[in-house]
Each structure stands twice: as structure tokens, then as C-alpha cells.
């Protein structure tokens, strides 16, 4: 009876006979052939091995890759649940325990039976394996589940409970990712790559022609708040209302909307005037829409308002205003 050491031997003499038995140039291609394969995964842009995220007393290697996703390393998952870093299969091990593996559900367990693969920044880059940042909580969240129904028994699945546990409270304050983009240096990359994202969605090089966008009902209780006599003569209202419409619609209709606007909407040197009007950069599918919104919603608490500062506090509490920069939601 063959042994499974004689098996791997006889197989690794297969394959050493193989590969004696290919030209140069058939190796050269299987080479080159390798090494696509490789370089076809997703480069890790932002973090390194010596950069590591703390998550209680713990400190994991963690990368953002091209396109923004945010990983885990293999190791690194496993070492945040105490399993340890023996070898790449403790958690695969772990996970499908007959306990364990009704508490997984099917979105986890795809994630868990697919790493990705990715260049980890490095001379020569190298191939490694990890899991979207998310995972980490969803892991534990299962674990405690399991823990809470009883199924864990074993003095290990409950050390690892106990570190789920751990991890969920150190990750209660601040989102994995925010965690990862800190560490890695990727967050001030972000916050300008979102604003930007958000600009392109909000407001458009080319301008529309103008439409009444304004109602009349904005600016009627706008004066109202104010005390103000609403300006029915001529129509046409002080520069000053401008200001007051900054501060409730153009502040808070997107971070950075404003100073964008102003750019491509300056004064003109001699009448002091805006060539056009703010909404008529506003991209029509998004923009616009988002900005009619807004209106509407400002006119509705104005209508429900005594006074000025009952509108501004219900206005700053529903729809605070932003600046320049975007912040994470977390």
C-alpha cells in the first residue's frame, strides 16, 4: 500500500521530470505566462507591512488598492481573531466548524472561499492574499451570534469569541475603513477623490438656460423671517438676499458646491454682477433636482417658523452646512 509521503514524492519526481523534459522556451513562455497572471491583480496603492492597524492589542497589515478597496491580509484577519498566523488556513479552518457554519451566511461565505489577490507594495511586488475590510466585523458578529445561541462550546471558539468581542467594541467608535484610510495615508486622498466625484455629479462645465428655479414663496417667507417688507414694486431684490440664499441652499447642497460655483460663476469687474445665475451650472440629472429639493424642503420649515432663529436652529439641526472638504460616514 502506496503511503501519502510516497505519493508526494512520486508526484514531485513527476513533476521535476516534467519541467527537465520542457525546451527553454517553452519554460521561458510558462514564465512569462506566470508573472501576467500575477500582475493582472490589483495593485495595493496605499499602506506597507510596517504600517499596521491596532485594533485593541492587536496590529494588523491593512491596503488600499487601486479602485479604493480596502483589505485585510489573510494573516492579518487572523491574527484580529486570535487564531494566530501559523499558517494561511487557520481561519478557513476556524470558520467551518459545524458550530460556526450555520451562523455564516451566503454573501460571507463567498467572500471567505474567494480571497483577492493583490500586489503588496515591495521590491519586485508581491502576490498576496487578504479580505475587504468588512469582513473583519461580519466575522465576529457571526462568531457572537453562535456564542449567544450556544453553539460554541470548546475552550478555543470561546478565546476566539472573547476576541470578536474585543474587536467589535474597538471598531464601535470608528468604521474599519476610516480606521484603514488613516493608516495607510489613503484618507487624504480620498476626501480630495470624493469631492471631486461629488462636484463632477453636482455641477457641469456647460450652463443651462435660465428657468425660474426660485419660487416666489422662498423669498416671500425668507423676508417674512426676516422682518422684512417683501419687495412686490419692481421685483427685484437687494444684493444683500443673495447672502441669505448661500446660507440656506448653496452651503448645504453639497460639500464644496459653492466655492466650485463662484469659480466658474465669478463677478464681473465693473457691474459687480454675476454673469448667470448659481443653478444654471447645475448639472440637470442630479444637481439641479438635489437643488429643487432643497427649495422645497427650506420653504416648508420657513412656513412652520415665527421667526428667524426658530428657522435657522430647525434648518442647521435637519440640513447642516458643509465646507469645502467632504467627511467620512461612518
Known sequence: MTTENTKENIQSMGGKARAESLSKEDRSEIAKKAAQTKWDN????????????????????????????????????????????????????????????????????????????????????????????????????????????GALTGKRQLEVAKQCEIVVRALSRVGINALIDEVTGFQEVRDRDALQKILDRYITDEW???????????????????????????????????????????????????????????????????????????????????????LSNATFMMKACKNWEEFKKLLDKSKPKYGDTIEMEI
Open 208 to 294: 443651462a438656460k435660465w428657468t425660474k428655479t426660485f419660487p416666489d414663496d422662498f423669498y416671500k417667507e425668507l423676508f417674512r423671517l426676516k422682518g422684512m417688507e417683501y419687495p412686490t414694486a419692481s421685483g427685484k431684490k437687494p444684493q444683500y438676499v443673495g447672502h441669505w440664499t448661500n446660507d440656506i441652499i448653496y452651503d448645504r447642497l453639497a460639500p464644496g458646491v459653492k466655492k466650485t460655483l463662484k469659480d466658474k460663476n465669478p463677478r464681473e469687474v465693473k457691474s459687480g454682477a454675476r454673469k448667470r445665475k448659481h443653478h444654471q451650472h447645475l448639472t440637470k440629472d442630479y444637481g439641479h433636482p438635489e437643488l429643487k429639493e432643497l
Open 42 to 149: 490589483p495593485r495595493a496603492l496605499f499602506g506597507s507591512p510596517d504600517k499596521r492597524l491596532k485594533v485593541g492589542d492587536r496590529e494588523l497589515e491593512c491596503y488600499v488598492l487601486e479602485g479604493g478597496e480596502r483589505v485585510l491580509s489573510g494573516r492579518g484577519m487572523q491574527e484580529a481573531l486570535g487564531l494566530g498566523q501559523a499558517h494561511g488556513s487557520l481561519l478557513k479552518d476556524f470558520v467551518g466548524q459545524k458550530s460556526i457554519i450555520p451562523y455564516i451566511n451566503k454573501e460571507l461565505a463567498m467572500e471567505l472561499d474567494q480571497p483577492i489577490r493583490f500586489i503588496r507594495p515591495g521590491r519586485g511586488g508581491i502576490l498576496a492574499a487578504g479580505f475587504k475590510a468588512e469582513t473583519l466585523p461580519n466575522i465576529c458578529d457571526a462568531v457572537l451570534e453562535a456564542r449567544n445561541s
